[in-house]
């Protein structure tokens, strides 16, 4: 819910919250207590769908804590007392069946290790940008050091890649990359040497 930025004293605060996160209800100052009340009335009668939310502030849910995070917002996810059908719920109000918990902690677990093949990839390339930077500006040394690292990313990438079941990425072919032309790799040089001496 955000205020009407044509309402409000100072526009851009509504309008920047409106840009970053969207509203459900836009409505003047005068609008928001009846509406606020009328949302959560509705949330009380309403109950909860299931494997939908709870009423927001309802207070613990019953039974324990258990010892996995929501997935929905990272908070403590509590399980019913012994007996009880295994459901989970967080105190935001999200609620999860058993067997759709774990199908949801699959999904993270590959999302988050896709994540990490994209972010060792992207560092590698990087490496063997700087590499190949390296080499053509004369510094062999510094060029095998991001070598180094590039061979480092490319195998952690590689062994995630094996342990998702992934073929290995498709490379560029080799001169797709645009690469510095002698003559700028020569002013570089020129630069460089000139900035040392
Ligand atoms: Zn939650």
């Known amino acids: ?4 930025p044509q309402d409000a004293r100072y526009g851009e605060m ?13 409505v003047s100052i005068d609008a928001m207590a009846p509406l ?6 509705d949330h009380v009668e309403g109950g909860v769908p299931p494997g939908g939310k709870r009423g927001m502030g309802s207070g613990c849910p019953p039974g324990a804590p258990s010892p996995f995070a929501c997935p929905d917002c990272g908070g403590v996810l509590w399980q019913p007392p012994a007996g009880e059908p295994l ?25 988050a290790l896709w994540a990490a093949i994209r ?13 190949r930077r390296a080499h053509e500006g ?27 079941g992934a073929p290995p990425p498709t ?3 080799p001169g797709s990359e645009p690469r510095a032309s002698p003559a700028r790799a020569a002013r570089r040089n020129g630069v460089r040497r000139a900035a040392r001496g």
């Open 171 to 173: 490379l560029p072919a």
């Open 138 to 164: 004369g510094s062999r040394r510094t060029g095998q050091r991001f070598g180094e690292r590039a061979r480092e990313h490319e195998a952690r990438a590689a062994m995630l890649r094996r342990l998702v």
């Open 36 to 41: 606020l009340s009328a949302l959560a009335r």
């Open 87 to 111: 459901r989970f719920e967080c105190r935001t109000g999200h609620g999860f069946a058993s067997d759709s918990l774990a199908r949801v902690q699959e999904e993270r677990a590959e999302e």
């Open 14 to 26: 509504p309008q920047n919250a409106l840009d970053t996160a969207g509203a459900d209800h836009l």
């Open 119 to 131: 972010s060792l990839e992207e560092t590698a390339a990087m490496a063997r940008r700087l590499e």
């Open 1 to 4: 819910m955000v205020q009407d």
